[in-house]
């Protein structure tokens, strides 16, 4: 009993640190939070609140101007941490900086886990819908759709009594977005694009932040065929951030409404240097896809050779990087090819990928963690 009140004391009062960071980050005094770390370190004697205070060293390395590499380092300090693991701010942290490293099994043990340790419904569905995601990148596609349908239920059954906002409602958006696709159901992904556009009128967002929902609001509509809505959406993202990964979701947009030579030259203007490597991976497909249609040896050659050097753990992945090669060798041998089965839109495979459970919220810029810690309300202890 003495240790559970321990470990809810120092909860607590890690609570306390997350609203006392999110005042020195509102405040500007960001560059002095290292310090006063240091000092609250050497307040309590105690693993665990020394593991905490390592914790918040890590995100305050996640910062925009800070460094994931050395958000990683500060975490290997924690190490090991296992399915057993009792903070559940560390198991959030362990599944946004390294969660690509681990096996299956290990991945669906931590995130039952979070489940475990956090009953609240924003918990629930960012880390269900995070399982779903990993049954999809295996290929059990009835697993995943189980699962997110079960969110579904349970946020329509308390959003009347507790309506949907902020990054809950970023969460639902985003998982609704992912059961339309692999059900190919229009109706749940225009569901998603409304609780996309709910966000957007929301205060507090950045250009930064509004550029990435209208990305996401974008690709439901795409998802859903609705390509002039998302061609507009992406270019409003666009001029919000400028090009980069929407510029190629634009692009097939262009392929369905203006043909390939008009989608390749969008494409043509992607920095792909500035694109990250779940990014460079939606490039791939896009590219492969214009050059097929464009039926061009040249750009073929290059798809061909791009599709080469990407391989990636995930089964769902490979398996549709050898079809992509396959039809862009049909196009080169001057054969036709056969259409690729994707969940509608021909890049959408790589696009899941992206959808990693993330602990700052699947691409809400850092204003949304600051925010979650302002808030965080420490927790009494049991009635003695």
Not at 229 to 243: C, K, N, Q, S, V
Not at 348 to 364: K, V
Request: a neutral charge; one cysteine or more; charged letters at 30%.
């Amino acid at each position: 009993m003495a240790l559970k009140l321990l470990r809810i004391d120092v909860n607590a009062l890690g609570d306390y640190v997350g609203r006392l960071s999110a005042l020195y980050y509102r405040l500007g005094k960001w560059n002095d939070w290292p310090a006063a770390l240091h000092h609250l370190r050497e307040n309590i004697q105690h693993i665990w609140w020394h593991r905490k205070i390592t914790y918040y060293r890590a995100i305050h390395h996640l910062s925009p101007e800070g460094d994931r590499t050395e958000a990683r380092r500060e975490l290997a300090k924690l190490e090991p941490i296992t399915k057993d693991e009792s903070d559940l701010d560390i198991l959030h942290l362990f599944v946004d900086l390294q969660f690509d490293s681990q096996s299956f099994a290990d991945r669906i043990a931590i995130l039952d886990r979070i489940r475990e340790l956090g009953q609240e419904r924003r918990n629930q569905l960012q880390y269900r819908q995070g399982k779903a995601i990993q049954y999809y990148l295996i290929g059990d596609t009835k697993t995943a759709e189980e699962q997110l349908f079960e969110v579904v239920e349970m946020v329509r059954s308390t959003e009347d009594s507790d309506p949907l906002k902020g990054h809950e409602r970023h969460l639902f958006g985003s998982l609704l977005q992912l059961l339309g696709s692999l059900k190919r159901d229009s109706k749940l992904l225009k569901q998603s694009a409304t609780q996309f556009q709910a966000l957007l009128a929301e205060d507090n967002w950045t250009d930064r932040g509004k550029a990435a929902i209208l990305g996401e609001m974008g690709d439901s509509y795409r998802y859903a065929g609705e390509w002039e809505l998302a061609e507009r959406t992406y270019r409003d993202g666009i001029a919000r951030r400028g090009p980069g990964l929407h510029t190629v979701h634009l692009a097939e947009c262009l392929l369905h409404l203006s043909g390939a030579e008009r989608a390749a030259s969008e494409i043509d203007t992607v920095d792909r240097t500035t694109l990250e490597r779940r990014e460079f991976d939606d490039f791939v497909f896009g590219y492969a896809t214009i050059a097929i249609s464009s039926g061009k040896k040249e750009r073929l050659e290059a798809a061909k050779d791009l599709l080469q050097n990407r391989s990636r753990s995930e089964p769902i992945f490979n398996e549709w990087r050898l079809k992509m090669m396959v039809s862009v060798a049909d196009a080169l041998a001057g054969k036709a090819t056969a259409k690729t089965d994707a969940p509608n839109g021909v890049v959408a495979a790589s696009s899941f990928l992206l959808l990693q459970p993330n602990f700052l919220g699947f691409g809400i810029n850092f204003n949304a963690i600051i925010d979650y810690l302002a808030r965080k309300k420490p927790k009494a202890p049991p009635p003695s």
